[in-house]
C-alpha cells in the first residue's frame, strides 16, 4: 500500500491513532500483520469512497467534538414501516418529525432480515441490503441527506454479534466450507457447548432457552446465544471484525450518524466465563471508536449495555482512550418504573445519586420506553437494605404494571415469563403503563387526569437527567398497547410486539386539539423540550445533586450552570404533596412563569415543578 498516496487528512488521523490501533489490533490477532495491512487498506478505501458532504459534517463535528453534548439533541426511535410504511414515508413525513422537536432520529433495524426469523430486524441476512419492502440503500442515503439539510442526526443499529442464518457467510457454513464456519462458532458435538452452558446465562430462557442450535445440514452445534436463527459471531478471527468493520463504515458512508452497538458486551466469548464483557469486548469497541475517529469523524457509537451500573460504564472508556460516545441510563430507566408502582423515591434517589458522581464527560441517552422490554435490573443491594426480597419484588412490579394490583391502572404484559428463575421482564406503551388506557376505558376523567400528569411527569424527570433525550415514537400522543400482534403467528410468541405498533395517523392529527389526550401530551413534552433547550441549567455539563424532600414520595433533583439554578421536584404519589424549599432566594415556576409565594411547594398527584432561581 503506498501510503505517500494517501490524501492528508486521511493520513494525518491515521497516524494519530496508528500506534494504539496496531497494538490492540496485533494482541488481539496474535501479530497477523497481513489482516492488520488488509484492515488498514480498507479503512483508506472506506474514507475515499465517503460522499464529499459527509466529509464536511466530519470536518465540522472534529472541530467541535462536543456537538452532542450540553442540551440541544432530542431524539425519537421509531420502527420505519410502523411510522410510514417505508424509508420514502419517513422522509415525507419530516415535518411531523421535526414538529415533534426532534433532531435525533433512531431508524430501529431495517437491513435484510427473514421474516418470520428476524427478531424484529435483529437477524440480518445482508448487511449491504435495505429490507425491500422498506426500500432501498438510495432511499436510506436519500433520507439521511434530508435529515442533514434540517439538522437531524441519524441512529441505526449495526447488529454486530450475530448474523441471520440465512447470511452468506452461514449459508457457506452450513453447506460445509470451513472458512466460513471459522466465522461462526461451531462444534463438532455437545461436549463443549455443554461445558458453556454451564457458566453462560440464557437471554430468552422462555422463547429461546439454551445457547446452542443444531445444525442438520453441516451435522454440528453451532452458537445462538439469542434465537437459533441468530448466529454468533467469532470476532476471534481478524476477517470477521475487518469484514463487520466495513459493514459499518458502509452505513456511515450512506449517512448514517450514529450506531448503535446492539448486544456489543456479548461480542467475545471464552469457555468458563459468563461471555459478557469481556476485556477483548473492550479492545474491539475502542478499535472501532479509533476507525470512527480516522474515517468518519462525525460519527458516534451508542452502545447498548443493558447491564448494571458497574458494568455500563467501563463502555465509556478513558478520557484518554474513549470507546462509546453515548450509553443507555438503563437502570435509571428500569428504577424510573420501579418507582411508578412503589411510589416509594429512595431507589431511584440512591440510583440518581450514583449517577451524579459519574464525570461529566460521559453522555447518557436517557429513555422512557424503548422497543424492548423493561428488565428489572435494579441495585438488589440497596433493596434488601430497605428490606425487600429481589423474587418477590420483581413479582410485585410485574403484578402492579400489568394492573394486578390493588389500585393500577397499568396495562403491561409480561416478557420472557421463566417460572423457574422468576425473572419476567415487562412491556407495554409509556401511556397504557402510566394509566391512560385504563382510565379511558373507564371513562373516569379524574384517573385520566392524573395518568396524563404521570406520563408528562415521567417525561419531565427524564429532560431533567443529564444526557440526551429519547422518546419512542407514538408517545408523544400517548400512544396505547397494540393487542393486534396476538393473532399474529410470527409475532404473538413475543410480547415485545405489545409496543411496537403502527403510528394512528387519526390520532397525530387530534395533537392539535385543545382537550383531546394526545394534544395534551403532545403539548406539554413540546413545552418540556422547549424550556430544556433555553435554559442553561439543563446543560450536561451542570452540577447536579439531589434536594432533601423529607418525603419518600418526592424526589428532588437540584441543577446548576453558569449562573443559572433550577429545582425540580417529582411526586410519585396519587395525592398531592408538598414540599420545603432548602433556600428562600425566590423561585419561578418555569410552567406557569409565576412566582413561588412561599416557602415551600405543592405538588399535584403526580405531577412535577420545575423552579428557577431568580
Ligand atoms: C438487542 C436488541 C433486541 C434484540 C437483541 C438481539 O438487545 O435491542 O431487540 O432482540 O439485541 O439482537
Known amino acids: 500500500m503506498d501510503r505517500m498516496k494517501w490524501k492528508d487528512e486521511f493520513s494525518r488521523r491515521f497516524h494519530r491513532h496508528e500506534d494504539e490501533l496496531k497494538w490492540l489490533y496485533c494482541e488481539l490477532y496474535g501479530n497477523d500483520m497481513g489482516a492488520f495491512d488488509y484492515f488498514s487498506g480498507m479503512l483508506y478505501r472506506s474514507w475515499s469512497e465517503r460522499p464529499e458532504e459527509l466529509k464536511e459534517i466530519d470536518r465540522a463535528r472534529e472541530a467541535f467534538p462536543e456537538w452532542y453534548k450540553g442540551h440541544t439533541l432530542i431524539g425519537m426511535l421509531m ?15 419530516l415535518d411531523y418529525i421535526e414538529d415533534c422537536g426532534v433532531n435525533y432520529l433512531h431508524l430501529m433495524p431495517l437491513l435484510e432480515s427473514p421474516e418470520g426469523r428476524s427478531d424484529g430486524g435483529y437477524a440480518v441476512s445482508d448487511f449491504r441490503k435495505v429490507q425491500p419492502q422498506l426500500g432501498t440503500m438510495e432511499d436510506l442515503s436519500r433520507l439521511t441527506a434530508e435529515c442533514h439539510k434540517r439538522g437531524i442526526s441519524v441512529c441505526l443499529d449495526f447488529v454486530m454479534n450475530h448474523t441471520s442464518e440465512d447470511h452468506e457467510w452461514a449459508k457457506r457454513a452450513r453447506a460445509g466450507e470451513k472458512e466460513y464456519q471459522d466465522r461462526y462458532f461451531f462444534y463438532d458435538n455437545w461436549d463443549i457447548p455443554n461445558e458453556f452452558e454451564k457458566t453462560v ?8 432457552p439454551g445457547n446452542f442450535t443444531w445444525c442438520d445440514e453441516a451435522k454440528k452445534v453451532v452458537m445462538t446465544t439469542f434465537y437459533p436463527y441468530q448466529w454468533d459471531l467469532n470476532y476471534a478471527n481478524p476477517v470477521v471484525f475487518n469484514d463487520m468493520t466495513d459493514n459499518m463504515l458502509n452505513l456511515c458512508n450512506n449517512g448514517v450518524d450514529i450506531i448503535r452497538l446492539d448486544a456489543v458486551p456479548y461480542i467475545w466469548k471464552e469457555l468458563g466465563t459468563n461471555c459478557r464483557n469481556l476485556k477483548q469486548v473492550h ?3 475502542r478499535m472501532m471508536r479509533i476507525v470512527c475517529e480516522i474515517v468518519c469523524p462525525g460519527t458516534l457509537l451508542l452502545g447498548e449495555v443493558v447491564m448494571e451500573p458497574s458494568k455500563v460504564v467501563p463502555y465509556f472508556g478513558t478520557v484518554d482512550k474513549p470507546e462509546c ?6 437502570t435509571t430507566m428500569a428504577s424510573i418504573w420501579h418507582t411508578v408502582a412503589t411510589r416509594d423515591v429512595r431507589l431511584l434517589s440512591h440510583q440518581m445519586e450514583q449517577v451524579f458522581v459519574l464525570p461529566k464527560e460521559y453522555t447518557f441517552l436517557n429513555y422512557l420506553r424503548c422497543h424492548d422490554d423493561i428488565g428489572w435490573g435494579l441495585d438488589y443491594d440497596f433493596l434488601h437494605y430497605l428490606g425487600q426480597d429481589e423474587a418477590m419484588h420483581k413479582k410485585f412490579l410485574n403484578d402492579y404494571l400489568t394492573g394486578n394490583w390493588y389500585g393500577s391502572l397499568s396495562k403491561g404484559e409480561l416478557y420472557n415469563n421463566d417460572p423457574r428463575l422468576k425473572d419476567a421482564r415487562l412491556c407495554g406503551t409509556t401511556a397504557s403503563l402510566c394509566g391512560i388506557e385504563a382510565a379511558r376505558q ?4 379524574k384517573a385520566l387526569e392524573t395518568a396524563i400528569r404521570l406520563d408528562v411527569m415521567l417525561h419531565a424527570l427524564m429532560f431533567t437527567i443529564s444526557g440526551v433525550p429519547v422518546l419512542y415514537s407514538g408517545d408523544e400522543i400517548a400512544q396505547e398497547n397494540d393487542y393486534s400482534y396476538h393473532d399474529n403467528p410470527l409475532r404473538c410468541e413475543d ?3 405489545l409496543h411496537r405498533g403502527d403510528l394512528n395517523w387519526d390520532n397525530v392529527k387530534k395533537r392539535k386539539g385543545h382537550r383531546t389526550v394526545e394534544g395534551k401530551v403532545f403539548r406539554s413534552i ?9 435554559d442553561l441549567a439543563f446543560d450536561s455539563c451542570a452540577d447536579t445533586w439531589l434536594l432533601k424532600t423529607s418525603n419518600n414520595h418526592v424526589m428532588g433533583i437540584g441543577r446548576y450552570y453558569k449562573g443559572e439554578k433550577v429545582l425540580a421536584y417529582f411526586n410519585f404519589s396519587d395525592t398531592s404533596q408538598q414540599v420545603w424549599l ?6 419561578r415556576d418555569m410552567w406557569t412563569g409565576k412566582m413561588v409565594q412561599n416557602s415551600y411547594v405543592d405538588i399535584e398527584p403526580c405531577g412535577f415543578r420545575w423552579l428557577k432561581a431568580k
Open 442 to 445: 373507564m371513562k373516569d376523567t
Open 582 to 587: 432548602t433556600d428562600s432566594i425566590g423561585y
Open 495 to 497: 410480547s415485545r410486539y
Open 526 to 534: 413540546k413545552k418540556l423540550e422547549e424550556i430544556w433547550a433555553k
Open 283 to 285: 479492545s474491539l469497541v
Open 325 to 330: 460516545h453515548l450509553l443507555y441510563n438503563v
Open 201 to 208: 446465562p440464557q437471554v430468552f430462557p422462555v422463547t429461546a
Open 79 to 93: 420502527y420505519v414501516n410502523a411510522f410510514a410504511g417505508n424509508l420514502d414515508g419517513v422522509r415525507s413525513n
